[in-house]
């Protein structure tokens, strides 16, 4: 692979320079080649959704890249082999994957003529008289800017490509990465500005993903009480939704209000590990006369995060035990077949109590 300085030193060495414009072959973006991305979407989404969305990210930029590699820099199985091919004004510089550059004045273009593959592939031959005189053909199927590349040798001078439809397409792939990077990427990394909502369980997008803040909520400032509210993290859904937890006390107000406008922190709450050596058996039984599962409840333990809703800089970060051990109705445990002890809202009010008063 010639860089384009070298070709235009071949052009003027063949006396058909300056060197205009310089194309290259490459694969098709085929059947075969799509697995690739679609085996990089299926595992991007596995990931995703189950072990961590930064990994996910890297997954698919390198399917992506792995794409684009096959596609543009592996051998095009063409047994002519793998070309550039530059424009210049007094003719072509080809260069082939096994062997030197070489300079074809127009005068030995013989012509061009259309060729189909399979019916369906379309592609061209250009016939010229090589360097020892024989007749030869330089095919040409898959080419950086085809189009541009077959008139430029039809009509026997550099010929441009539309840059019209270059910057059209250009700018809508390139809108269409920026919309999905801000709809998909950027919760994961850059905290969002939003309206405070209508209620106060949809404050959870303060603590999904990278969060959310609130620049028209209260201030955590001045006298107490200072009202908080909880969200504790869906295991399922990896950190992706929060559920609001009540918490309430007689004696403290601050926990229990349903304003939006009122609240000044959040407290985001997510299990981040598990007790060892402290658990109980939990039996179920799908039916009568079915057999019985027993499974582990292990006492859980949980982070919790206190944020200012108005700009959710992190007020303390601290991790608390989950007190409800009691075995459920049903089974509802994790993939390896535990369960976890849960926390309460008495858990809650005791650990958060110290922010409401201060």
């Known amino acids: 692979m010639l860089p384009r300085g070298k ?6 060495a063949g006396g058909i320079g300056p060197l205009r414009r310089v194309y290259r072959t490459r694969n098709e973006f085929d059947g075969r080649k799509s697995w690739i991305l679609i085996g990089g979407g299926l595992l991007t989404t596995t990931i995703y959704f189950n072990l961590s969305p930064t990994l996910a990210y890297v997954v698919a930029a390198l399917a992506i890249a792995s794409y684009l590699y ?27 994957r096994y062997g030197g550059p070489i300079a074809v004045p127009w005068p030995r273009i013989l012509g061009v003529s259309e060729i189909r593959e399979f019916g369906a592939r379309r592609g061209f031959e250009v016939a010229y ?10 095919r040409i199927v898959e080419v950086n800017g085809r189009g541009a590349l077959i008139r430029s040798i039809t009509e026997r001078h550099a010929i441009r490509p539309p840059v019209l439809v270059r910057s059209v397409v250009g700018g809508v792939l390139g809108v269409a990465l920026l919309m999905t990077a801000w709809l998909v ?5 850059v905290v969002r500005s939003e309206s405070l909502p209508g209620n106060v369980v949809e404050l959870s997008r303060a603590c999904e993903r990278a969060g959310a803040k609130y620049p028209d909520a209260a201030a955590f400032t001045g006298p107490a009480p200072h009202p908080i509210r909880a969200f504790v993290e869906d295991e399922e859904e990896n950190g992706r939704v929060y559920e609001a937890a009540g918490v309430f ?9 349903s304003d939006p406008t009122q609240i000044q922190l959040v407290a985001c709450v997510r299990r981040t590990g598990v007790e060892l050596g402290n658990s109980t058996t939990c039996t179920y039984r799908e039916q009568l006369g079915s057999d019985v599962e027993i499974r582990t409840m292990r006492t859980g333990k949980y982070t919790v995060e206190v944020f200012e809703l108005r700009t959710r800089k992190r007020v303390d970060s601290f991790g608390i035990t989950g007190s409800d051990a009691q075995c459920p109705d049903s089974y509802v445990g994790s993939d390896d077949g535990d369960m976890y002890s849960q926390v309460t809202s008495e858990d809650l009010r005791r650990a958060l109590d110290r922010y409401v008063t201060r």
């Open 7 to 12: 070709l235009a030193k071949v052009a003027d």
């Open 70 to 96: 096959v596609v543009y820099f592996t051998d095009t199985g063409d047994p002519a082999g793998w070309y550039r091919i530059g424009v210049a004004d007094g003719g072509l510089v080809l260069a082939p």
């Open 129 to 138: 008289v090589g360097e020892m005189g024989r007749g030869t053909v330089l």
């Open 185 to 189: 990427f950027l919760p994961d990394f």
């Open 249 to 257: 006390s007689e004696t403290t107000p601050g926990f229990d209000i």
